[in-house]
């Protein structure tokens, strides 16, 4: 359930016109799908590169900023979510959700791969199972905002390995734009992710956006078995955060990775 008055039907078409920050052209096809990103918490610990390598399946090369590797715990809310030239709706359109990722590289692109997609709403992760092959998973989820606070709780349902997260974040500081060459650029700037497809084979699913806005942030984690429940331990290092208010995206439809 979310508790937070986010509208739909505001997303910003004119604002994916702006590419002159993207590593790569946008495809040259129209875009599929529309969503933006709520109040989302960048929390990243370092990891071994040995122990993402037994995760991450053959086909992905594990990416890594001044030769450390890291993976993520990203949560925040969805809006907008509808295909290209169809309204938003409330009951599919807006959801919490937590994903769980690291950064890998196929074709001479960087990208993200998930290890979990956690989210509020069954029919978009029944969709997004059956149509993308991402390991979405259905999620019991509460999210509020007193004022720039929120608080952030979620515990995964069903069969799958159980997960939780509980956290109460906020920014600290000034927003800023990540600048290349940065370790914020390298775990934020991405504009695509990789999976596999029933067949096993790697696939691309290109995005678009304009560049982050990112804020430092602090968090309290009082709880996150959502590393542990992918097969990893995380380190006894804090996390580095980073706060973002929103950001709206498009995607295209899987590729072939070359």
């Given at each position: 359930?979310?508790?937070?008055?986010?509208?739909?039907?505001?997303?910003?078409?004119?604002?994916?016109?702006?590419?002159?920050?993207?590593?790569?052209?946008?495809?040259?096809?129209?875009?599929?799908?529309r969503?933006?990103?709520?109040?989302?918490?960048?929390?990243?610990w370092?990891?071994?590169?040995?122990?993402?390598?037994?995760?991450?399946?053959?086909?992905f090369?594990?990416?890594?900023?001044?030769?450390?590797?890291?993976?993520?715990v990203i949560?925040?809310?969805?809006?907008?979510?509808?295909?290209?030239?169809i309204?938003a709706?409330?009951?599919?359109?807006?959801?919490?959700?937590?994903?769980?990722?690291?950064?890998?590289?196929a074709?001479?692109?960087?990208?993200?791969f998930?290890?979990?997609?956690?989210?509020a709403?069954?029919?978009?992760?029944?969709?997004?199972?059956?149509?993308?092959?991402?390991?979405?998973?259905?999620a019991?989820?509460?999210?509020?905002?007193?004022?720039?606070?929120?608080?952030?709780?979620?515990?995964?349902?069903?069969?799958?390995?159980?997960?939780?997260?509980?956290?109460?974040?906020?920014?600290?500081?000034?927003?800023?734009?990540?600048?290349?060459?940065?370790?914020?650029?390298?775990?934020?700037?991405?504009?695509?992710?990789?999976?596999?497809?029933?067949?096993?084979?790697?696939?691309?699913l290109?995005?678009?956006?304009?560049?982050?806005?990112?804020?430092?942030?602090?968090?309290?984690?009082?709880?996150?078995?959502?590393?542990?429940?992918?097969?990893?331990?995380?380190?006894?290092?804090?996390?580095?955060?980073?706060?973002?208010?929103?950001?709206?995206?498009?995607?295209?439809?899987?590729?072939?990775?070359?």
């Amino acid at each position: 359930m979310v508790g937070l008055p986010y509208t739909q039907n505001d997303f910003p078409h004119e604002a994916m016109a702006i590419v002159d920050h993207r590593p790569w052209p946008v495809p040259s096809w129209p875009w599929a799908m529309r969503q933006s990103w709520h109040d989302l918490l960048f929390a990243h610990w370092p990891v071994r590169r040995d122990l993402l390598a037994a995760l991450v399946p053959a086909g992905f090369e594990i990416d890594s900023f001044d030769g450390q590797t890291w993976i993520g715990v990203i949560p925040f809310v969805m809006t907008n979510v509808a295909p290209r030239g169809i309204p938003a709706m409330a009951w599919m359109s807006r959801f919490p959700e937590l994903n769980v990722r690291t950064y890998v590289c196929a074709g001479g692109k960087p990208g993200v791969f998930f290890f979990s997609l956690d989210a509020a709403n069954a029919l978009a992760v029944m969709v997004a199972r059956t149509t993308l092959c991402l390991p979405y998973h259905r999620a019991s989820i509460d999210v509020e905002r007193d004022h720039s606070a929120v608080r952030y709780r979620s515990r995964r349902a069903g069969a799958a390995p159980q997960a939780e997260f509980i956290a109460a974040y906020r920014p600290i500081g000034a927003a800023f734009r990540p600048q290349p060459g940065t370790l914020e650029h390298f775990l934020t700037e991405r504009y695509c992710l990789y999976a596999r497809n029933r067949r096993g084979r790697p696939y691309r699913l290109e995005i678009h956006h304009p560049p982050w806005s990112l804020q430092p942030a602090e968090a309290e984690i009082a709880r996150n078995s959502m590393v542990s429940a992918a097969g990893l331990a995380l380190p006894s290092t804090k996390p580095l955060l980073h706060f973002a208010r929103r950001q709206d995206a498009v995607a295209w439809l899987p590729s072939k990775v070359p």
